[in-house]
């Protein structure tokens, strides 16, 4: 390397923002359509599900038929350019500790793979530690972020149902599709074992709500992005619109290195790495808002280091890293021997499932604290890598056409099995919440560095029992729902010696709390408003920010979260406080 | 909610052709070859694979046989050769290598118990012979202790047919997979509630879209 200058982007603008998934894409579309100047870092290429398209194709339009590589974790035709492991970016764990990280680096971020869940906070959710004494409660409560949620529920559209539960909140809803044959075999196996099953509330428009975006027609395949436009990724219904404005400078495949300070220790911009001519830049601004997601965020924050920052910056609090957790991950597969031999018809309806259930019980009469809530699949989808794999294990056990076959096979009988079993299958995931804790975090490793020369997290988080006994209960509901609907258990049918199946913490991609907010200084990073103590023009829009994350996705509680910040900055900035 | 009812019209304006070939043309990134989108990545890793060769040709002569057995023509689909799935074998142990060397191992052991028995590979035996020597393998629950090993081969060969038939064109119509085209889902036929005796709720009746 010759000359080794850093090049100063010429243009000062009001906010930088970094990452440009749920929290980054909605504080660009707030702050530009309020007339602010936006420059808006994201560390891969640009994406458009109009324009990048792998919906609609046909398995064998892949030549691996859909399976995953090292540069899509989840598969072949996901939109989502990313995975557990990224070439050149390591990460580290403190040995005997676990953590899968998933990281997308593409305009829109993670929005572009995810299932399109898209649930409120409840009143609790916000006051946990005043109802079990665990955690610690969120400085703001449901009445702060109802009206946040009611907008968004309109601008980006959502389906479901008001049922007036406490604490699953009703909402804006278009219409939901209704279930699928599984679908109501499921909810009739589980009201019988006292599980409440309602329509599932998917970001998925079922009616057009504006003239930029389509209508849902049935495919099936959200985690693959949608060329009208009827699901929710940042990419298409935020980042897009807000480009439009004219206000946004989108910078892409830029690598935020560190957060920049002036003297009297306020942010002044952002410096990254190009990954397309591996110069290093600068961007300057009024603000910074990182939304980097929950990890690379405090990565960003630890790394940046100053005499008035000395521990990262907006870490006077010593939490930056902190209380990091993940959902808890259970599931449970199986068969419905009534559907062997089915009837064939288009059942792709949206992309996931129709239905799902919200928890029910009450932790008082239970041996571990939160709760979950159950996700579904199953019915006939289209085939991929991995159709017909095992059939040795099943075509034994049953009559195929009232006849008794040996296992395993070959020839027109087995091409008869494959025909039969098709659409069987069924399965259910528990989704919970687990417990923050201080001793469950991410940190810099002081010996790694990522081929840009930024140093690496390394990870310490372990489950506790907690956590283990929410996975015991999720699998014995799970066994009594599979039982009352006569499916068969075809794998999840776990016990002590795995954890019950309790996936590894971070491996359901819902992780949070590394930046909490927080009332006291010394306890938070953040204030109510996700604006650094330490620090008042530096701002955190994504998952970092939670104080818990309930038994909730919690996609819609960054967006709303991420507005009210956003609107927050605004009128800071109109009262000359910023 | 209110019933509700919505027209076709969206449906068809959702799905424009002349669009999706403007949009296929440029998610070929210049191959047209390539009819999903790819990274710059994957198209250097698309164009290794597809250069690099991993079978012999008596290993793929091998696997065509073999395939064709597993899944040959019947009445309703063709056979795994029509459907070109010794080709996606070929690929797949490229792309997957923890298949390699079960792969080629359990070709070479099975050629090992055709010259044994008949003095000649496995391709070149004739079919009484060739089915003759699957039946030791093709069942694992009566299989001899001796014949493990090819009933592992087995269960992955069959494995990899099914699922490279299956994804084909040939496969998806066999099995009668009737999606991945636009659809206006209005809930379950009536003749399959009727069959396995369900319905939909009055809250459900009332509640979910109905397009017309």
């Known amino acids: ?578 | 909610m209110a019933l509700t009812a919505i027209s076709s019209g969206v449906l068809l304006d959702a799905c424009r052709p002349g669009d999706k070939k403007a949009i296929l043309e440029k998610a070929a990134n210049g191959d047209p070859s390539i009819t999903i989108d790819r990274t710059a990545d994957e198209v250097v890793m698309e164009k290794k694979l597809a250069a690099d060769k991993f079978f012999t040709e008596h290993e793929m002569a091998t696997i065509a046989v073999l395939s064709n057995i597993i899944i040959p023509a019947d009445g309703v689909s063709g056979s795994a050769t029509d459907a070109k799935v010794p080709d996606f074998i070929e690929f797949i142990v490229k792309d997957r290598p923890d298949n390699q060397v079960p792969m080629r191992g359990g070709l070479r052991w099975l050629d090992l118990q055709a010259a044994n028995r008949y003095g000649k590979t496995f391709k070149d035996c004739n079919q009484q012979q060739q089915i003759a020597l699957v039946d030791e393998i093709a069942y694992p629950e009566k299989a001899k202790p001796e014949m493990k090993q090819g009933v592992a081969f087995f269960n992955r060969m069959r494995n990899l047919t099914a699922t490279g038939f299956y994804t084909s064109e040939i496969g998806i119509k066999d099995l009668e997979y009737m999606g991945n085209r636009p659809n206006q889902w209005n809930g379950v036929p009536d003749d399959v509630l009727k069959q396995y005796g369900v319905s939909y709720s009055e809250k459900e009746i009332k509640e979910c879209v109905q397009y017309t």
């Open chain 1, 1 to 578: 390397m010759g000359d080794f200058q850093i090049k100063v982007q010429p243009k000062v603008y009001d906010a930088v923002i970094v990452g440009s998934g749920a929290g980054g894409g909605m504080a660009a579309y707030i702050l530009a359509n309020a007339g602010l100047k936006v420059a808006l870092l994201e560390a891969g290429p640009m994406y458009d599900p109009a324009k990048n398209v792998t919906q609609m194709k046909w398995p064998w339009e892949s030549p691996r038929r859909g399976a995953s590589t090292k540069y899509r974790g989840f598969g072949d035709f996901d939109a989502a350019y990313g995975s557990w492991q990224l070439e050149g970016e390591p990460y580290t764990k403190q040995a005997g500790t676990e953590w899968d990280w998933y990281r997308a680096r593409m305009v829109g971020g993670r929005t572009n793979h995810w299932g399109r869940i898209s649930l409120r906070f409840g009143p609790k959710d916000f006051k946990r530690k005043s109802i079990d004494g665990l955690g610690e409660d969120w400085p703001i409560g449901y009445e702060d972020i109802k009206p946040f949620y009611d907008r968004i529920d309109k601008l980006i559209g959502i389906f479901g149902t008001n049922e007036g539960l406490e604490n699953d909140p009703d909402g804006i809803f278009l219409p939901p599709p209704r279930p699928r044959l599984h679908e109501l075999m499921i909810k009739k196996g589980a009201h019988s074992a006292g599980v409440p099953v309602i329509p599932s509330r998917l970001s998925i428009l079922t009616q057009p709500i504006n003239k930029q975006r389509g209508t849902c027609f049935h495919c099936n395949q959200c985690n693959r992005g949608c060329q009208v436009y009827a699901d929710f990724s940042s990419s298409s219904v935020l980042v897009k619109p807000a480009i439009e404005t004219g206000n946004v400078d989108l910078f892409i495949n830029a690598m935020a290195r560190e957060v920049l300070t002036n003297k009297e220790g306020l942010a002044s911009g952002v410096s990254y790495v190009s990954k397309d001519d591996l110069q290093e830049y600068q961007v300057k601004g009024r603000t910074v808002i990182l939304a980097a997601s929950t990890c690379e965020t405090s990565r960003l924050m630890l790394n940046s280091k100053s005499p008035r920052h000395q521990n990262g910056l907006g870490n006077s609090s010593n939490v930056v890293g902190k209380y990091l957790h993940d959902s808890t991950g259970a599931s449970m597969s199986g068969m419905l021997p009534q559907l062997l031999g089915r009837k064939r018809y288009n059942e792709d309806g949206v992309g996931g499932a129709h239905i799902y259930s919200p928890w029910w019980l009450d932790n008082k009469k239970l041996d571990f604290p939160r709760g979950y809530h159950i996700e579904y699949w199953g019915g006939m989808g289209m085939p991929a890598y991995g159709f017909g794999f095992g059939m040795e294990n099943r075509n034994g056990k049953y009559l195929v056409n009232g006849k008794k076959k040996e296992a395993g096979g070959y020839g027109a009988s087995l091409k008869e099995d494959y025909r039969y079993f098709y659409g069987t299958s069924v399965g259910l995931a528990g989704r919970g919440e687990a417990i923050p804790l201080e001793s469950n975090y991410c940190e810099i490793d002081p010996n790694e560095v990522d081929k840009y020369g930024i140093p690496v997290l390394k990870f310490n988080v372990k489950w506790s029992d907690n956590e283990i006994r929410q996975a015991k209960h999720m699998k014995e509901t799970f066994r009594e729902i599979m039982h009352e609907m006569g499916a068969v258990i075809t794998s999840g049918d776990d016990g002590p010696e795995n954890n019950y199946g309790l996936e590894a913490p971070g491996k359901i991609i819902h992780e949070a709390g590394t930046a909490r907010m927080g009332n006291d200084p010394k306890k938070s990073a953040l204030n109510k408003w996700n604006q650094a103590h330490d620090c008042k023009n530096l701002f955190v829009m994504d998952g970092a920010a939670f104080v818990s994350q309930a038994d909730k996705n919690i996609t819609w509680t960054i967006l709303a979260l991420a507005m009210r910040a956003s609107e927050h900055i605004i009128s800071e900035m109109k009262m000359r406080n910023l």
